[in-house]
Structure formats: structure tokens, C-alpha cells
């Protein structure tokens, strides 16, 4: 199966909202609701954000809040931090316990 | 706190062998997935495949099945990846990742093990 596709940037200055989307097909993002969204600082492992398109575990920010209309998630970030700045990366369930990332995007705050 | 600890990096020659290990740490092992992904120099991630602790069985991604074994220990609570004969395009850090039985997300995630295969 094909990564789902990402902006490969996208920025924004201290204080506003980011949207970052995340493209795939109804064998994946369109066909379930288990859409993941992972946050990575550089030199970091990867960091859960969002879970089953909208879900934050404890202890994430509320800034962060995840959506999806037929095959494209989004994430978006509110109120955007110098902390902010990292990599980004959705993550879909496919069929029979096959997962596929998207692409990445780096996030810069201006 | 549950863990995810990665065995150390790795230098190893194009053609030998190699398996990377990731110990959990926390509660019930066989209650849930552990997933393997790598992440090339400079690169996105990629999901390798997945192994479900309570019975053994791997699932690979197309585009690593043959490539790779990926297997668990229950008696001391850890996943496997390995390798019978590296290439030079296996350099990469790899990242273990856990998932509930039934969930489909991964958390937490361990620190990762750099491999690099050089001659």
C-alpha cells in the first residue's frame, strides 16, 4: 500500500492555528475511523497526539484535535508554540493488522 | 509506567546477521501488538509490520515481507526484529511501538536502535 500523502511543510507564527492534512483512500483512511497522528522532535522517538480520528490521550494538549471527512484526516493545531516545531506524521489502519504512515510534515513557527 | 527499552545501535558488514530487541516493561505482555518501524537517514517512517504477543503472529507490510522476522519472547516479555543478511539499505533507526489488543494506535514507543551497515 502507498504512504498516505502530507504536506511536506507547512508554518505558521506564534498563536495561530495549523491545519495539517492527511490523504489516503477508502482502503484506509476513508474506510476506518483509526486514524492516528504522532508528533516527532528531532532526534526523538515519536510521540502519540490523537487517536481514532479525534481522540487525545492524557496528558496531550488540547490544542491538538484531529478530524477526517471521507479520505482525508486533519490535525490541527491551535494557538501554535515555539514546541511545536517538529515533524508530524498520520498513521492509518489498512486490513488484517496492516498500518501505513503518511508522508510527514515539518512544522515550523516562524 | 510501562517502557519500552531498545537494544543498543549496531555496526554491522552487508551480509551478516542481526537481531534488535525491544523489552516491555508494565502490565499483561500477551494483551497486546508490538509494532516495528524504521525510519531511514533523514527520512519519514515506515510502518514494518506488527506481532501479536498473545500468540506469536507477525504480519508484515508488502514491502518488507522477506525482508524481515519479527517475533516475540513471552518469557521475558519481549519483541524481535531480525535480519539474516543485512544490506546497506538497511541503515536506519528503528523504533518499537506497542498497541493494545484491539486498539489501533501505538503507545508508547521505545527510545529506537540505530543500525549501520557498511563495509
Known amino acids: 500500500q502507498s504512504a498516505l500523502t502530507q504536506p511536506a511543510s507547512v508554518s505558521g507564527s506564534p498563536g495561530q492555528s495549523i491545519t495539517i492534512s492527511c490523504i489516503g483512500t477508502s482502503s484506509d483512511v476513508g474506510g476506518y475511523n483509526s486514524v492516528s497522528w504522532y508528533q516527532q522532535h528531532p532526534g526523538k522517538a515519536p510521540k502519540l497526539l490523537i487517536h481514532?480520528?479525534?481522540n487525545r490521550p492524557s496528558g496531550v494538549s488540547n490544542r491538538f484535535s484531529g478530524s477526517k471527512s471521507g479520505n482525508t484526516a486533519s490535525l490541527t493545531i491551535s494557538g501554535l508554540q515555539a514546541d511545536d516545531e517538529a515533524d508530524y506524521y498520520c498513521n492509518s489502519y489498512v486490513t488484517g493488522n496492516i498500518y501505513v504512515f503518511g508522508t510527514g510534515t515539518k512544522v515550523t513557527v516562524l | 509506567e510501562v517502557q519500552l527499552v531498545q537494544s543498543g545501535a549496531e555496526v554491522k558488514k552487508p551480509g551478516e546477521s542481526l537481531k534488535i530487541s525491544c523489552k516491555s516493561s508494565g502490565d499483561s505482555f500477551s494483551n497486546y501488538w508490538f509494532g516495528w518501524v524504521r525510519q531511514m537517514p533523514g527520512k519519514g517512517l515506515e510502518w514494518m509490520g506488527i506481532?501479536?504477543?498473545?500468540?506469536?503472529?507477525?504480519v508484515y507490510s508488502p514491502s518488507f515481507q522477506g525482508q524481515v522476522t519479527i517475533s516475540v519472547d513471552k518469557s521475558i516479555t519481549s519483541a524481535y526484529v531480525q535480519w539474516s543478511s543485512l544490506k546497506a539499505s538497511d541503515t536506519a533507526m528503528y523504533y518499537c511501538?506497542?498497541?493494545?489488543?484491539?486498539?489501533?494506535?501505538?503507545?508508547?514507543w521505545g527510545q529506537g536502535t540505530l543500525v549501520t551497515v557498511s563495509s
Open positions: 506481532v501479536y504477543a498473545g500468540d506469536s503472529t507477525p
Open positions: 511501538a506497542r498497541a493494545k489488543h484491539g486498539d489501533t494506535w501505538f503507545d508508547p
Open positions: 481514532d480520528v479525534s
